[in-house]
């Protein structure tokens, strides 16, 4: 799987929350996501919300749906 690079520009989306939406498409808690990437949950909460806004979805399940459509998470 190749992300669209385009999309990912075009959404405004960084690396740092392309990578926390792929750990939330692995199921991962927002806990389980600050640990791995060594930051607070605070930190991880602030680039979801970002995120969120981004491919305008309320929740986590909406977000990961709306990646996958845009082609940017497998």
Known sequence: FVPDAARIEQLGITPRELEILELIAAGMSTR???EK?????????TH???LFE???ARRRT?????????????
């Open 37 to 45: 990437l060594f930051v607070s949950e605070n930190t991880v909460k």
């Open 62 to 74: 909406q977000a990961v749906q709306r990646a996958k459509e845009a082609g940017l998470i497998p």
């Open 48 to 50: 979801s919300s970002r």
């Open 32 to 34: 389980e996501i600050a």
């Open 54 to 56: 981004k491919l305008d």
